[in-house]
């Protein structure tokens, strides 16, 4: 009984947990409702959410917060149709009248209080790969001027997949684990 209350609760949470060949639980990255008709999204409470130091001195976002979030319509199977196709990211990106509250709303949660012109309201699994496009555990405030060294990791990830060199999932876990990491941990 208690393992089917578990795995309820984590249905409904939308994280999977999958199991290694040693018994460890180890979490993938969740499912977002993937582009739809979108809404201004609820952020964590102001001052909820803690940036992070990568080892090179990087900013990464707090995982509570922001965990990361994919697309479901972003699958190894739909590679040409998504974002292996040109256009595609402009295709499903949020509006601006919507993203900019949010990025108010989610600069609050981070305890940014600089100018919102010298930050990026940014998808930590990038909608080149198969991010989930305003599902609030896939967006953060990253500081520092666009474009920046998360672009080009983001740019080369992408790269990777289309070219059939590395597995989607792969990429998306990487990344959303810790973006300075990313690019070694799928070669």
């Not at 940014?122 to 666009?146: K, M, T």
């Not at 060294?149 to 959303?176: F, M, N, T, Y």
Request: a negative charge; charged letters at 20%.
């Amino acid at each position: 009984m208690k393992a089917i209350s578990a795995l309820s609760t984590l249905a409904v949470t939308g994280l999977v947990v999958v199991f290694g060949s040693v018994g460890e639980a180890a979490a993938d990255v969740a499912v977002g409702p993937g582009p739809t008709n979108y809404t201004v999204q609820p952020q964590p409470a102001p001052g909820a959410c803690h940036y992070r130091t990568a080892a090179n001195g990087q900013t990464l976002p707090d995982p509570n917060c922001t965990p990361g979030a994919i697309s479901p319509k972003v699958t190894q199977d739909t590679l040409a149709t998504t974002i292996c196709r040109t256009g595609y990211t402009k295709s499903i990106r949020p509006p601006a009248s919507i993203t900019e509250i949010e990025k108010r709303e989610n600069a609050a949660a981070y305890g940014y209080t600089g100018s919102l012109k010298d930050v990026e309201y940014d998808h930590l699994v990038p909608l080149e790969v198969g991010g989930d496009p305003n599902d609030p555990r896939n967006l953060w405030i990253e500081p520092g001027a666009s474009p920046n060294p998360k672009d080009g990791v983001e740019s080369r990830l992408h790269e990777l997949v289309c070219e059939g060199r590395v597995a989607l999932d792969a990429v998306q876990e990487a990344i959303a684990t810790d973006w300075t990491t990313a690019l070694e941990t799928v070669r």
